[in-house]
């Protein structure tokens, strides 16, 4: 199962929105609404930001949100704030059974 | 307070076997399906695997990198979950973290991850 993938690197500034893509295949991303997003900064363990493509848990901002089309999804961070800064990563359960992650995006607030 | 606690890393050399565990507490463990997660240092996130709940039949799934080496497992009784590593390679070196996998394959709850390096 190869890895999805997702741009090396994103930037923006203060106030600006980004969007980071995940493109797979029609066996992962395109072919479940199962899709998250995760947000790691350094030293720590990552965190679910986005389920089920679009969903946001308690308690995440309403600055991110998800969506996808055919086999690419998005996370989209709006209002960007120095906070935001930090790696990205997402991933999709796979008609293998299996889950798979994006290799990550190195977002910098500039 | 939920919380996942890792444990069990540490040295191993290429070749030897080792056993993490994962210690749940502040939520129902028996209702939820367990998941590993590893990430190399300075690398990306790579799943491991996971184990179903019992009430999905309690049966696993494993990344090919790992499928006849590692197995997980799991004790409702304790509130463990187990990664059983055997035969580990160089390339296994990582931080492994033990999570909760929801019904739609998201993980949402994390621990703070074990190091794992195999090293001669």
């Known amino acids: 199962q190869s890895a999805l993938t997702q741009p090396a690197s994103v930037s923006g500034s203060p106030g600006q929105s980004i969007t980071i893509s995940c493109t797979g295949t029609s066996s992962d991303v395109g072919g479940y609404n199962y899709v998250s997003w995760y947000q790691q900064h350094p030293g720590k363990a990552p965190k679910l930001m986005i389920y089920e493509v679009s969903n946001r848990p308690s308690g995440v901002s309403n600055r991110f949100s998800g969506s996808k089309s055919g086999n690419t999804a998005s996370l989209t961070i709006s209002g960007l704030q120095a906070e935001d800064e930090a790696d990205y990563y997402c991933s999709s359960y796979t008609s293998s059974s299996a889950v798979v992650f994006g290799g990550g995006t190195k977002l910098t607030v500039l | 307070e939920v919380q996942l606690v890792e444990s069990g890393g540490g040295l191993v050399q290429p070749g030897r076997s080792l056993r993490l565990s994962c210690t749940a507490s502040g939520f129902t463990f028996g209702d939820y399906a367990m998941s590993w997660v590893r990430q190399a240092p300075g690398k990306g996130l790579e799943w491991v695997g996971f184990i179903r709940s019992k009430a999905y039949g309690g049966t696993t799934e494993y990344a090919a990198s790992v499928k006849g080496r590692f197995t997980i497992s799991r004790d409702d009784s304790k509130s463990i979950a187990y990664l059983q590593m055997n035969s580990l390679k160089t390339e296994d070196t990582a931080v492994y973290y033990c999570?909760?996998?929801?019904?739609?394959?998201?993980?949402?709850?994390w621990g703070q991850g074990t190091m794992v390096t195999v090293s001669s």
């Open positions: 999570l909760t996998m929801t019904t739609t394959f998201a993980f949402d709850i």
